[in-house]
């Protein structure tokens, strides 16, 4: 029984291990694809802030300011309000993204 036990245990902690690998999400893809850092857990870090603070939508558009900066600028100037209402919530992001994940 004890092997048993143990043998889960182990099985469960390989799933979180590889599963929480294979769910990365758009901005930790994005950011280790743009690799202005040398520590990918730092892309992971705000991975996770972008979870608490980001819709899936959000977070997708929030992934193409990696590639294309001048996109977020962009943004941050038009005058649609959905565009506001976007630069307002990444904003609230970026902010807390840089609060959590500093090193």
């Not at 850092?37 to 996770?48: E, F, H, R, V």
Request: proline share 3%; glycine share 4%; charged share 25%.
């Amino acid at each position: 029984m004890m092997k048993l036990t143990l043998t889960a245990a182990a099985f469960s902690a390989a799933f979180v291990l590889v599963g929480s690998a294979a769910f990365a999400g758009p901005i930790d893809n994005a950011c280790l694809r743009a690799g202005r850092t040398a520590d990918p857990s730092l892309c992971g870090c705000i991975q996770q802030v972008a979870d608490q603070t980001l819709s899936r939508s959000d977070q997708r558009r929030a992934a193409k300011f990696f590639e294309d900066p001048d996109q977020a600028q962009e943004t941050r100037v038009s005058d649609r309000a959905s565009d506001e209402d976007f630069w307002l919530r990444y904003k609230g992001f970026a902010q807390a993204a840089e609060a959590y994940c500093a090193r």
